[in-house]
């Protein structure tokens, strides 16, 4: 089968891309590295450097490729940015991604697979948050992420597309090739990382008077490799659907501090700073749907092997891909 990845050059698409690879699926990697890194293409692929804003290019791409499935975490996906600039992030993961779901109808794509976020649900009311969960973003990246599941089922009901939205919760770990290289890093674990490689002085915690065990949030940590098991199980799921992947246990900011302390070997200082608007006391994901529909089973369930996965990474790659 062959498989067609807008933003296999960004953290996930890369080690999903390796995933696919390892399981005998041809990959064509289309990113326009804005946020991407060359040296994250996996070279058993195909790559094409191009944008979805290019109508004409990413129909003629997917029109000339026989594509099986589309994979599409093209996206921007700061929050904070999101809030200063909403435009830039309807932009990007509304208008150009459509480019990608009218490029998949006009050639009867069997298969649509979408990086959905937990940021679509807001601050739920219940925890661990099942599917049916109210979703009411709070900040226009999760909105723009919840308008494309939307678009997604307009395009399942007009014409017929199957599709699979994966909510991922946090994304975290590497694989021996790849691993995570934002700017601005935004995410806990490299963060954390960073003071080990000598890259930052201490560790923020934003908030320590959280309705939480020990005062500091709580995340749901999944590895990449697992959501990319997800993807590769979303390409023959029985029906279009919304999956929440992650590993259904939450882990405090404290905690991973913690285990990152043992990981490393480091003493990793911390300094306690004001709570951030917007910052939920709890994210975690109820996957039950995802293994009994998807057949979906994570396999690093145990949050010292995703921080210990990742600090193989950063060990040899202390600098990210630029270096
Ligand atoms: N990292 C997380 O914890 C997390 C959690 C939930 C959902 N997600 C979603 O997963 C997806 C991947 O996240 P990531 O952390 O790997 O991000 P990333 O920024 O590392 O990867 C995104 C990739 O898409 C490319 N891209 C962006 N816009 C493009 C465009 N218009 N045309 C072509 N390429 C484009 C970028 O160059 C980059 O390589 C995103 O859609 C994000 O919203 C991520």
Redesign the pocket.
Known sequence: MKIFV????????SGCTEFLLNNGYEVTV????????RD?VDKRSEFIE????DRKLVRTVIKNGDFDGIMH?????LVGESMTNPGKYFM?NNA?ALNLLDAAVENNIKSFVF?????TFGVPEKMPITEDAQQHPINP?GES?LIFEKMLSWYNKIYGLKYTALR?????GATEKFG?D?SPET?LIPLILQVPLGRRKSIKIFGDDYDTPDGTCLRDYIHILDLAQAHMLALDAPRSGHYNLGCGNGYSVKEIIEVARKVTGHPIPAEVEAKRSGDPAELIADSTLAKKELLWSPKYENVEDIISSAWEWFKKNPDGYSK
């Open positions: 807008a933003g296999g050059a960004g953290y996930i698409g289309f990113d326009s590295l804005i946020t991407g890194h994250a191009g944008d979805l804003a975490f093209a996206a921007f996906s990007n150009h990086s959905s976020t937990a940021a990246y992420k991922y919760f946090n994304a975290a995570e934002h995410h």
